[in-house]
């Protein structure tokens, strides 16, 4: 069992930057992988970006590539999100998860994937 709790979120104007954290506790020793996604309402939630924990492999979905950063603190067992250029499309609930069961060649960034959720941190990006 993996608990996961993000921070961060709040309002930005567009361009701005806003970096979130995933606190995770419990069995976090092992590697796995770890993603961001984000749901705006009336919308499906979808991958942001995901790592392998203890490698530097990472993804990241077209909209924020060049933009979003992932990266990982393994000796506080966080990871972030460094959201730079933010639009206001991306405004959202973004929620951290992890997986040990995704099989090579799956994309990491299926929300179905994952079994493990944090309860999510709103980001607002205003005009």
């Known amino acids: 069992q993996i608990q996961l709790v993000e921070s961060g979120g709040g309002s930005v104007q567009t361009g701005g930057s806003r970096r979130l954290s995933c606190a995770a506790s419990?069995?976090?020793?092992?590697?796995?992988?770890m993603a961001w996604f984000r749901q705006a309402p009336g919308k499906e939630r979808e991958g942001v970006a995901a790592?392998?924990?203890?490698?530097?492999?990472?993804w990241y979905a077209a909209f924020v590539k060049g933009r979003f950063t992932i990266s990982q603190d393994n000796a506080e067992n966080t990871m972030y999100l460094q959201m730079n250029v933010l639009k206001p499309e991306d405004s959202a609930v973004y929620y951290c998860a992890a997986s040990y069961d995704i099989r090579v060649g799956d994309s990491p960034l299926v929300p179905a994937r994952y079994r493990y959720w944090g309860q999510g941190t709103q980001v607002t990006v205003s005009s």
């Open positions: 790592m392998y924990t203890g490698s530097t492999s990472t």
């Open positions: 419990g069995y976090t020793t092992s590697r796995k992988y």
